[in-house]
């Protein structure tokens, strides 16, 4: 469903991903995991059209377009990290905005139903404003608004970022039920436990180049990832 091929970003000077290729089918969980500074975020925002990149990117065989409304309108949605919301509107009004795109009246009401069945707390919250959710709830938030676009490809990331774990464990369990909608997830975490838990594929990105790939059940296993990343010795 999506190729990245031979991407490459650069911040002037900074070479910041280095010749990356990866490849997401149709209803996978894939991971990329990796240190701070590795470049996660910077392939996650190339390809929604956010940072410019030398590469291809394709999805369902065709180049995504680079500019971040026609990423959307394709079908592929990101999540960003840091939980960017709109403080001052509604958890509804969020919701609302993540549909801006769209005028399928029914399909959008369809999806909030969707969005407030999976996150019962933001049904509660809806006449909330955003700014005063907690944490979680402003994650949920953000992972909500991105669902409202009907996105076939949903990126997150770092989703469990600063989150309590119990909470983490939620949004994990969350993840793998919008997997089970039948959506396909490209997933950026330093929680590479818990990432490689329900992913299908993974990929470690450091210093900007893919450095190893599998299955997520082959990476849990392997001693060095363990190592690397799970804080086995
Ligand atoms: P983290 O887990 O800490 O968020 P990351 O793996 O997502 O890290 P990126 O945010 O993609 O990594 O950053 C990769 C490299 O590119 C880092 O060295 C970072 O400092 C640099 N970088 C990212 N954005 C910019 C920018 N707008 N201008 C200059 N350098 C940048």
Request: glycine share 10%; net charge neutral.
């Amino acid at each position: 469903m999506l190729k990245v091929n031979n991407l490459n970003v650069h911040y002037g000077g900074i070479h910041a991903l280095r010749g990356v290729s990866i490849d997401v089918q149709q209803g996978e969980i894939v991971t990329i995991i990796g240190s701070n500074g590795a470049g996660k975020s910077s392939l996650l925002n190339a390809i929604s059209g956010m940072v410019k990149y030398q590469g291809d990117v394709l999805y369902e065989e065709r180049p995504l377009p680079k500019q971040a409304h026609k990423v959307v309108k394709s079908g592929v949605c990101q999540v960003p990290e840091g939980r960017i919301i709109f403080a001052n509107l509604t958890v509804h009004e969020n919701l609302k905005m993540g549909a801006y795109l769209r005028n399928d009246t029914k399909g959008i009401n369809e999806d909030f139903e969707k969005v407030y069945n999976l996150f019962p707390r933001l049904k509660e919250r809806e006449k909330q404003i955003a700014g005063t959710l907690s944490g979680g709830e402003q994650q949920m938030l953000a992972m909500g608004r991105g669902l409202m676009s009907n996105p076939n490809l949903i990126m997150l990331d770092e989703p469990s970022l600063g989150l309590a774990p119990l909470l983490i464990n939620t949004i994990f369990e969350i993840i793998v039920e919008i997997k089970q909608m039948g959506k396909t997830l490209l997933l950026v975490e330093q929680n590479a436990f818990k990432a490689l838990s329900v992913a299908d594929k993974a990929y470690v990105l450091e210093q900007g180049v893919i450095t190893a790939s599998g299955s997520a059940k082959e990476l849990l296993a392997d001693s060095t990832i363990q190592e690397a990343y799970l804080g086995k010795k």
